[in-house]
């Protein structure tokens, strides 16, 4: 069981919006820790989408958008294409009385109708 | 632009140790920190650790007694050794690049990832 929680599926049509909620706790997202999401298409490296809740690097298209609130977080891909179909993961940090830890969700596998 | 490209055994015998190294093209190993991730059948990504190019290392607190992470600026890699490995240990590796920004760190750079594979 992944520390943050995101739904296993998702789909739209092309053109729609879509949502991906990233579920954390007190220790990591409430705790302040930034979320950061990644893009992974078949058979290809993560990619960073996402970075400091909101941040998309040089070259990620504005259609990604990326929210945080409380223990939650969201990425919105908006005016779906069928080249955003992959699998996509948030990632945030976890300090608890154990240590300090990288924590990712269990991904969302993106389907575009 | 920075590339990171994973290589090792593709199948380990149980018990018996990983060995993954990582190279590091487009950019230099030093003044960063590097990360290993692996995500097993059916499941998420799971942060084994990360390590700075001076060799400060962090690792997850479930896999640390079987951990250890280097760095060989010279040849411009790292590496992961995992000892002990089970079938649990099955999984497809990840080596990654570790930014820290903000509040907590993101892998800004990733390689395609390797399959391991534990039989005897």
């Known amino acids: 069981q992944s520390v943050l929680t995101q739904p296993p599926s998702v789909s739209g049509a092309p053109g729609q919006r879509v949502t991906i909620s990233c579920t954390g706790s007190s220790s990591n997202i409430g705790a302040g820790y930034d979320v950061h999401w990644y893009q992974r298409l078949p058979g290809t490296a993560p990619k960073l989408l996402i970075y400091?809740?909101?941040n998309r690097p040089s070259g990620v298209p504005d259609r990604f958008s990326g929210s945080k609130s409380g223990t939650s977080a969201s990425l919105a891909i908006t005016g779906l294409l069928a080249e955003d179909e992959a699998d996509y993961f948030c990632q945030s940090y976890d300090s608890s009385l154990v240590g300090s830890d990288v924590v990712f969700g269990g991904g969302t596998k993106l389907t575009v109708l | 632009q920075v590339q990171l490209q994973e290589s090792g055994p593709g199948l380990v015998k149980p018990s018996e140790t990983l060995s993954l190294t990582c190279t590091v093209s487009?950019?230099?190993?030093?003044?960063?920190?590097w990360s290993w991730i692996r995500q097993p059948p059916g499941q998420g990504l799971e942060w084994i650790g990360y390590?700075?190019?001076?060799?400060?290392?962090s690792y997850n607190p479930s896999l640390k007694s079987r951990v250890t992470m280097s760095v060989v600026t010279s040849k411009n890699q790292f590496s992961l050794k995992l000892s002990s490995v089970t079938a649990a240990d099955a999984a497809l590796y990840y080596c990654?690049?570790?930014?820290?920004?903000?509040?907590?760190?993101?892998?800004?750079?990733w390689g395609k990832g390797t399959t391991v594979t534990v039989s005897s």
């Open positions: 390590i700075y190019d001076s060799g400060t290392t």
């Open positions: 990654a690049r570790v930014q820290w920004e903000g509040l907590g760190v993101n892998l800004d750079v």
């Open positions: 400091g809740n909101s």
């Open positions: 487009g950019g230099s190993v030093s003044n960063y920190y």
